[in-house]
């Protein structure tokens, strides 16, 4: 099991950035992809950006050009920083890792960190 703590989150004006970081203990495998999911009130969960342990990265088209995903695997931290943001990226965000091994899906989540875009 794995075990994720998010931070960086807060209250921000538009055109403002914040860096979120996801903090992972427990045995994580050599292979695996991390990523950034938000969930607006009322709307379902979705991708913000995925990076693999090998360094490749996805982002949601509404996030490329402004957001960027990173990790340190020495420290075992995952980063997303969030610039431009607009009242539209304002939800909950949260970290998410991803593994397989010997035929077992490992899928874990952290608890959230809200991100407040004000106008």
């Known amino acids: 099991q794995v075990q994720l703590v998010e931070s960086g989150g807060g209250l921000v004006q538009a055109g403002g950035s914040l860096r979120l970081s996801c903090a992972a203990s427990?045995?994580?495998?050599?292979?695996?992809?991390m990523g950034w999911y938000r969930q607006a009130p009322g709307k379902q969960r979705e991708l913000v950006a995925v990076i693999t342990s090998g360094g490749s990265t996805n982002y949601a088209d509404s996030v490329k050009g402004r957001f960027t995903i990173s990790r340190d695997n020495a420290k075992n931290t995952l980063y997303l920083q969030m610039n431009s943001l607009r009242p539209e990226d304002t939800a909950g965000y949260y970290c998410?890792?991803?593994?397989?091994?010997?035929?077992?899906?490992?899928?874990?989540w952290g608890q959230g960190t809200q991100v407040t875009v004000s106008s």
């Open positions: 998410n890792y991803g593994a397989l091994n010997s035929g077992r899906v490992y899928n874990c």
């Open positions: 427990g045995y994580i495998f050599a292979i695996n992809t």
